[in-house]
């Protein structure tokens, strides 16, 4: 009975699943590190942590994994079967798979190449190369058989049958089995190993018992391992049940067989050695096996028919064939199928990994260098801050010194120039008549005249001075906010301005609108003239207004009275020296209304002198008095009124400029101070603009640290799942491709 141990050939399935499984994840992970790189190449703002080489190797990992991974789906394992025609290949396949699949018979039969495979279906079919419609099993004979050989299909064609993995058990587990022609029906021997030898795992060569390999077997044998590096090779030696006719000679003629076979195998091909070559060399009945195998498919005894002396021991040897095959096929298809791809994904999981540990310090470089740079930026942020600081209140405290200064400079210029007042009025000409509209345009000039020389003379001292101060403060606020800004900023700043003129607004028509002059003759010692000498313009004014008052409210009997109050005043200055000016008013308003309302009294004094002195003195003093009269008054002229209108010009302008001048220099300084208020705004504005890229830069900075960071965590994860992936192949390896 035939053993119904689980066959070897499952843990090529397994391994092709394990391995598969394994390129899954490879390619997945490649896949997303692809992406990864990509993402890290194109991004601007990390700086240069990838390269595009590092893409473009990433990129041919993933299409070299992805051809790997087609190939690993289409992997199977492959037995070819050659030998002589009529030496019952297709009869040892069919014994293999049980059932009678392929054709066989005496003579040439197999016209083709035939392979057998598995399906998941329950139904068989056939494709041949040049169409893949699927053909009913039973056409099999017309196709491949030589005796009903179809002309479309040469020795050099293909036909696949596919058969139910659940009528056969040695095809569930992805293996295929090639018939072919006989190697002594062609020629083309170079032609059928380059198309369907190159990638077969195992050759059994189907001998004929009744006769030695032949030259023909063994140069077909002799290209193929020319081909292939030391092919893995089976010998059947079939139709070994004819040896019972001759009991005397079997043993003989099986060492004879045996010794040429492991000479074949050792020494002319030397693909194994003689002690495993024996092993590989075995003495079977097809016929024999198939018919009993289809015998028990069908219900019926196995022994049954005609089956010659000692089918038992063939049946074994035939069994013993199939396990070694088998174990050996495993063995050997998946080292053969899966070793070159398994170092083919170690090498790529070290470039994977050789690309991750290369952009894992690339970042770990750049994050150092962006921290630093940060750091820096802080740093300087800081300082700039701290120097804008105390550049300002050293600037406030500058700004105030220079506007103080103008200030005094503006007042203690402008006093000088009050002073000088004289000297400005003097220099003014033009024609002067005492018309009242000839006398405003004549003010009007006067007045634009003195304006025009005071700020004149104001520009000339304090301009020059002032404005050569400022540029100073000027460039000294520049040259100390320079090192505060960017060099870009730095490209922006300008010289100082000089542009900027002082201003001296004095106002003079409006100061001297109300002024009135007075060129009306005044006799110098006239009535009014004595009273205002004797007690001032202003008191003089005064007095002569109260005199006129009281003539106009008083009686003549008050008068005395009022002489007596002003006497008694006088009696009474050491009240005070402010009461003195009232005084002497009161006493002269006395007197003058006691002459004007006392006549008797006049001429009661008149009569006292005259009586003194005598008459001729009186009539001398009166004729001189009448003749000084005369005088100034022919001399009181355009010029002489002139002269009086500009002395009165001068008193009133110098009373008003003096009133103003705390004006005009605060309104100077305030001028410079603007002005360089301004301009230092415009520089705090360059630092601000400058502190705003330095926060801009250390946020940008922040954020390029971060993708840093996330780029090396990233990275060291894929390293990890390299390192990881790695750690699968090689225990696929330790399994599957290590193991005897």
């Known amino acids: 009975?035939?053993?119904?141990?689980?066959?070897?050939?499952?843990?090529?399935?397994?391994?092709?699943?394990?391995?598969?499984?394994?390129?899954?994840?490879?390619?997945?992970?490649?896949?997303?590190?692809?992406?990864?790189?990509?993402?890290?190449?194109?991004?601007?703002?990390?700086?240069?942590?990838?390269?595009?080489?590092?893409?473009?190797?990433?990129?041919?990992?993933?299409?070299?994994?992805?051809?790997?991974?087609?190939?690993?789906?289409?992997?199977?394992?492959?037995?070819?079967?050659?030998?002589?025609?009529?030496?019952?290949?297709?009869?040892?396949?069919?014994?293999?798979?049980?059932?009678?699949?392929?054709?066989?018979?005496?003579?040439?039969?197999?016209?083709?190449?035939?392979?057998?495979?598995?399906?998941?279906?329950?139904?068989?079919?056939?494709?041949?190369?040049?169409?893949?419609?699927?053909?009913?099993?039973?056409?099999?004979?017309?196709?491949?058989?030589?005796?009903?050989?179809?002309?479309?299909?040469?020795?050099?064609?293909?036909?696949?049958?596919?058969?139910?993995?659940?009528?056969?058990?040695?095809?569930?587990?992805?293996?295929?089995?090639?018939?072919?022609?006989?190697?002594?029906?062609?020629?083309?021997?170079?032609?059928?190993?380059?198309?369907?030898?190159?990638?077969?795992?195992?050759?059994?060569?189907?001998?004929?018992?009744?006769?030695?390999?032949?030259?023909?077997?063994?140069?077909?044998?002799?290209?193929?391992?020319?081909?292939?590096?030391?092919?893995?090779?089976?010998?059947l030696?079939?139709?070994?049940?004819?040896?019972?006719?001759?009991?005397?000679?079997?043993?003989?003629?099986?060492?004879?067989?045996?010794?040429?076979?492991?000479?074949?195998?050792?020494?002319?091909?030397?693909?194994?050695?003689?002690?495993?070559?024996?092993?590989?060399?075995?003495?079977?009945?097809?016929?024999?096996?198939?018919?009993?195998?289809?015998?028990?498919?069908?219900?019926?005894?196995?022994?049954?028919?005609?089956?010659?002396?000692?089918?038992?021991?063939?049946?074994?040897?035939?069994?013993?064939?199939?396990?070694?095959?088998?174990?050996?096929?495993?063995?050997?298809?998946?080292?053969?199928?899966?070793?070159?791809?398994?170092?083919?994904?170690?090498?790529?999981?070290?470039?994977?990994?050789?690309?991750?540990?290369?952009?894992?310090?690339?970042?770990?470089?750049?994050?150092?260098?962006?921290?630093?740079?940060?750091?820096?930026?802080?740093?300087?942020?800081d300082f700039v801050r701290g120097q804008m600081s105390r550049l300002s209140d050293s600037v406030r405290d500058r700004i105030r010194t220079l506007t103080d200064d103008v200030a005094a400079k503006v007042s203690a210029a402008l006093l000088d120039q009050i002073y000088a007042l004289p000297v400005l009025v003097e220099e003014f000409r033009a024609d002067f008549n005492p018309t009242p509209e000839t006398l405003q345009l004549y003010k009007a000039k006067l007045v634009q005249h003195v304006e025009e020389r005071l700020v004149g003379c104001l520009a000339h001292r304090c301009s020059v001075g002032v404005l050569r101060d400022m540029r100073e403060a000027q460039r000294h606020m520049t040259d100390s906010v320079r090192p505060l800004v960017s060099l870009s900023v730095q490209q922006q700043l300008s010289a100082p301005s000089s542009s900027f003129q002082m201003t001296y607004d004095l106002t003079l028509p409006a100061l001297c609108a109300d002024f009135r002059e007075n060129i009306d003759f005044r006799f110098s010692l006239g009535w009014n003239a004595l009273v205002a000498r004797f007690l001032g313009v202003t008191s003089g004014k005064r007095a002569l207004g109260g005199g006129e008052r009281g003539l106009q409210v008083s009686s003549p009997q008050k008068g005395g009275a009022s002489v007596w109050r002003a006497a008694e005043k006088m009696l009474n200055l050491q009240e005070g020296p402010a009461f003195r000016s009232e005084v002497m008013a009161s006493i002269a308003t006395g007197l003058v209304s006691v002459t004007s309302r006392a006549s008797m009294a006049l001429l009661l004094i008149g009569g006292v002198v005259w009586r003194s002195v005598g008459w001729r003195v009186i009539a001398l003093s009166v004729s001189l008095y009448g003749l000084l009269y005369l005088y100034e008054r022919l001399t009181w002229t355009d010029g002489s009124k002139e002269r009086a209108l500009k002395q009165q010009f001068m008193d009133h302008a110098a009373h008003r400029l003096r009133a103003v001048v705390p004006v005009t220099s605060s309104a100077c300084s305030q001028q410079v101070y603007k002005e360089l208020t301004a301009t230092f705004s415009r520089l705090t504005q360059r630092v601000d603009l400058s502190e705003a890229e330095l926060e801009g830069s250390i946020r940008l900075l922040t954020f390029r640290i971060q993708n840093l960071e996330k780029i090396q965590r990233r990275s060291k994860a894929f390293r990890n799942r390299a390192t990881d992936l790695e750690a699968q192949l090689e225990a696929f390896s330790a399994r599957y491709l290590q193991a005897d």
């Open 237 to 381: 030696h079939n139709r070994w049940d004819a040896s019972v006719t001759e009991p005397d000679y079997i043993d003989q003629v099986r060492k004879q067989h045996t010794d040429r076979c492991v000479s074949f195998l050792s020494e002319e091909l030397r693909v194994v050695g003689p002690g495993e070559a024996a092993g590989r060399i075995f003495f079977v009945s097809a016929k024999e096996v198939l018919s009993c195998r289809t015998q028990r498919a069908q219900g019926m005894p196995e022994t049954g028919g005609a089956l010659a002396e000692g089918f038992q021991d063939r049946l074994r040897e035939f069994q013993q064939f199939e396990r070694a095959f088998e174990e050996f096929i495993s063995r050997s298809a998946v080292r053969t199928k899966f070793e070159q791809h398994t170092a083919r994904a170690r090498q790529i999981t070290e470039a994977v990994r050789a690309v991750m540990d290369a952009i894992n310090i690339a970042s770990a470089d750049r994050k150092i260098c962006c921290l630093e740079e940060r750091e820096e930026q802080r740093d300087r942020l």
């Open 1 to 235: 009975m035939e053993a119904e141990d689980p066959s070897p050939l499952h843990r090529f399935v397994v391994a092709k699943r394990s391995i598969g499984s394994i390129f899954d994840q490879l390619l997945e992970f490649v896949k997303n590190g692809s992406a990864f790189v990509d993402e890290a190449v194109h991004s601007e703002d990390l700086g240069p942590v990838a390269v595009e080489e590092q893409s473009l190797e990433m990129q041919s990992c993933g299409t070299k994994l992805s051809t790997i991974r087609d190939v690993l789906l289409r992997r199977h394992m492959k037995v070819a079967f050659f030998g002589r025609t009529s030496n019952g290949k297709s009869t040892v396949i069919n014994a293999m798979l049980r059932d009678r699949v392929l054709p066989s018979g005496i003579g040439h039969t197999t016209n083709c190449f035939l392979s057998v495979e598995g399906t998941d279906g329950d139904e068989a079919f056939l494709t041949t190369e040049a169409s893949g419609e699927r053909r009913s099993i039973s056409t099999v004979n017309q196709l491949a058989h030589a005796l009903h050989m179809d002309p479309a299909l040469d020795s050099g064609s293909l036909v696949r049958v596919f058969w139910p993995k659940s009528r056969c058990t040695l095809l569930r587990d992805d293996l295929v089995l090639m018939d072919s022609p006989g190697t002594d029906v062609t020629l083309e021997l170079d032609s059928w190993i380059d198309k369907f030898c190159l990638d077969a795992d195992v050759f059994v060569l189907v001998g004929n018992a009744e006769s030695t390999l032949m030259n023909t077997e063994k140069l077909f044998f002799h290209k193929v391992s020319e081909r292939i590096s030391k092919p893995n090779i089976f010998i």
